[in-house]
Nanobody, 116 residues
């Protein structure tokens, strides 16, 4: 059973920056693991924000391209999401996501609120 524990959310001013961390309980970094960040804004469906591809590349939803960066540290089993130039529309609950050996795992969710 893989466990994901998120940290780093909170209230941030318009144009500010924030970094999420997702601590993963097992060393599962490999090309067969899918890792991503999702978010869910009030009244909206959960959407994929950023992910690592099977080849190790990175993909982003258009609305965060150039502002957000997904990264990972294999020595500490941690997944990160660096968010710059935050906008009100980035306000949401953010979730880390891992797909490993046919099972899907979610973090507990962390709220980000971008204020004026």
């Amino acid at each position: 059973q893989v466990q994901l524990v998120e940290s780093g959310g909170g209230l941030v001013h318009l144009g500010g920056s924030l970094t999420f961390s997702c601590a993963i309980s097992h060393s599962i970094f490999s090309r067969h693991v899918l890792m991503a960040w999702y978010r869910q804004a009030p009244g909206k469906d959960r959407e994929l924000v950023a992910s690592f591809t099977s080849g190790g590349g990175r993909t982003y939803v258009d609305s965060v391209q150039g502002r957000f960066t997904i990264s990972r540290d294999t020595t500490t089993n941690t997944l990160y999401l660096l968010m710059n130039n935050l906008k009100p529309e980035d306000t949401a609950v953010y979730y880390c996501y891992v797909q490993y050996l046919g099972s899907v795992y979610w973090g507990q969710g962390t709220q980000v609120t971008v204020g004026q």
